[in-house]
């Protein structure tokens, strides 16, 4: 147990290694700070359990002290046990009023001083307490409403470790999920000394307290990594490669998913920061149980969500060439001529048919015409920019959506597919098929056009146009 650490500021030099005797001797660490000079500073460069104080010092008031010391934020809840030769009467009436605990005279009884600031330390450590477990429920608070709000798993791991490394004041917090194809390896899906990481691959060689935790689904607390027995042959390792290593304390918490062995939380200091300790469990553990409950829903949302796209994906897909099909083409069709009316602009609308295509299963076979039709889709597809949409319309006919495409880049797209598709060697290998298309092109708006279906026939009318006119070409 860490001993409570006392601050005096005193004059009496003889008093004062006296008070600090008789402290130590009783287990508690003690810093003097002789005639009060720079007691702010040092009572800001570290943190401290009591402060005694003496009222009478040549070079300073020490009620002046206490009362810039309780107007400090950071040193208002300070216990201040004042020490004087004044009349207690006038002394303590002016101490408590300033703020402080609790007032002794000189010359003091040793057990009245020692029963005195046990009595105050046990208060300071109980209000300390407190307030720690408020600030404890509040934090829990306020990370649960983060994480219940996000949908994602993703976003509830990164949610974590940057909420529960701020938390407990950390520099290193990361979320660890087991491997499904190897015991030896896990991944880190989110971490938060660093935000861009993502499914980084880890050896548990080298980090045997994730191992254990994974091993025995129990919570593993290292104090010290330079000392525990767990590290022992991993130390080995860091001297053999002259690694410095600045982990110096660790807590790996295991967790589980539909009652599954999911991943650890990870959690590190280096010596700039607390060491961690069975609060920082407690505290990390609450967060952790609480959340799994919204990664179970992020997931099954997710899988839920995942189902319904692949439903709808199959619905609107023709299987062959992959492209859209038909009811899914005139659904689309629909929305780009909304969507051209509300912005007033222009829209293209490409009938693609293959030449001679019934020689081509005549001649080589269906299950090769089969193979010319989804070559021809992925020459589209590979064309295509993000928001054009090819489609299946029939048999060897397709049909090419560009939004906010007019005429001249309409043929500039129609001659692009026309070279690709002739240079292409269509069919398999030893078996080449020579292919062409024929593009009939329509824009909207148009006069002939006034919404999607004349906007197809007019399409048509101009692929029969360019049949006519000897096939591997366009028309509009």
Known sequence: ??????????DDQALSRTLAWILKENGYEVVSVPNGDHLLERLDADTYDLLLLDIMMPRVDGLQLLERVKNDP???????????????EEATVRALGLGAADFISKPFRVRELLARVKAHLRVGR????????????????????????????????????????????ISKCSLIVSNADSDDYALVVAAYENPMLRNLRIDLKRYPEVRRALDTRQVVLVHDVLTDPLYHEVRAEWEAEGRS???????????????????VFFLRTTEE?????????????????????????????ENAVLGREQMK????????????????????????????NRYSTVLACLMVDIDNFKQINDAYGHLVGDNVLRQLAMIMRREQRAVDIVARYGGEEFVILLPETGASGARIFAERILRRVANHDFGEAGRTVRVTISVGIACYPDERAGEGESLLRLADANLYKAKADGRNRYRD
């Open 1 to 10: 147990m860490i001993a409570p650490k006392i601050i005096v500021a005193d």
């Open 74 to 88: 950071n040193h208002k809840d300070l216990p201040v046990l004042m020490i004087s030769s004044m009349p207690p």
């Open 126 to 169: 109980e209000l300390n307490q407190a307030r720690a477990e408020a600030r404890s429920r509040s934090e829990m608070v306020d990370i649960l409403q983060e994480v219940t709000a996000s949908l994602k798993p993703e976003e509830i791991y990164h949610i974590l470790v940057r909420r529960v490394a701020r938390g407990l004041r």
């Open 245 to 263: 290593v600045p982990t110096r304390s660790a807590i790996a918490l295991p967790f589980t998913l539909r009652d599954q062995p999911a991943g």
């Open 273 to 301: 920061d607390p060491p961690l300790d069975h609060r920082d469990v407690d505290f990390a553990d609450q967060v952790v149980r609480a959340a799994v409950a919204a990664l179970e829903k992020a997931y099954d949302l």
């Open 313 to 340: 994906q199959l619905a609107e897909t023709d299987p062959l060439t992959e492209t859209f099909n038909r009811r899914a083409l005139n659904e689309k069709l629909a929305q780009e001529i909304e969507r051209a």
